[in-house]
């Protein structure tokens, strides 16, 4: 059975409203020459973030598989797959902002980054935990999901605040 997990609903949101919050007020403060260019570089870049955050995680009773979308792919992400059997250890290791990162280690001495941002993430890991033997309950979220939902909500405010300024 495949089993598909999705970008977590908070890192979209924080990233598209932070865009929306950073982006909004250019074509309003554009000359008017660079109103239109302004609009239409706009729509693209919110049509980019839009596509670069439909990453997701897909398992299946043979292996797991990361999907980027073409975008994502040209801007240099890469989708990878990997065999349950492949699959050596999970290697850990720190961030400079004192989180952890996990890695797949295989056989062939590869490394593949363990999504920690995906929705039902402790379902993924008791799909790993089952199909490689590898304990997975050391493993959560890269970071704490109160950054994201607080990063979409200040965003959010932001965003309230340059539609108050414009309308006044």
């Given at each position: 059975?495949?089993?598909?997990?999705?970008?977590?609903?908070?890192?979209?949101?924080?990233?598209?409203?932070?865009y929306l919050a950073l982006t909004i007020p250019m074509p309003f403060i554009s000359i008017d020459q660079l109103k239109i260019?302004?609009?239409?570089i706009f729509v693209f870049g919110l049509y980019l973030i839009i596509n670069i955050t439909n990453d997701y995680v897909e398992?299946?009773?043979?292996?797991?598989?990361?999907?980027?979308?073409?975008?994502?792919?040209?801007?240099?992400?890469?989708?990878?797959?990997?065999?349950?059997?492949?699959?050596?250890?999970?290697?850990?290791?720190?961030?400079?902002?004192?989180?952890?990162?996990?890695?797949?280690?295989?056989?062939?001495?590869?490394?593949?980054?363990?999504?920690?941002?995906?929705?039902?993430?402790?379902?993924?890991?008791?799909?790993?935990?089952?199909?490689?033997?590898?304990?997975?309950?050391?493993?959560?979220?890269?970071?704490?999901?109160?950054?994201?939902?607080?990063?979409?909500?200040?965003?959010?405010?932001?965003?309230?605040?340059?539609?108050?300024?414009?309308?006044?």
């Open positions: 059975m495949i089993e598909k997990f999705k970008t977590l609903f908070f890192v979209k949101s924080s990233l598209i409203s932070l260019p302004s609009i239409i398992t299946s009773k043979d292996k797991i598989s990361y999907k980027t979308s073409f975008i994502s792919t040209t801007l240099g992400k890469k989708n990878w797959e990997v065999s349950w059997s492949d699959i050596k250890s999970i290697k850990c290791l720190p961030t400079s902002q004192g989180s952890k990162v996990y890695y797949f280690h295989t056989n062939d001495d590869e490394n593949f980054l363990v999504p920690q941002r995906v929705e039902n993430l402790e379902k993924l890991l008791l799909i790993v935990s089952k199909k490689t033997s590898i304990p997975t309950n050391y493993l959560s979220f890269i970071s704490p999901l109160w950054t994201y939902k607080l990063l979409t909500y200040l965003s959010i405010l932001m965003i309230i605040g340059e539609i108050i300024a414009f309308l006044n």
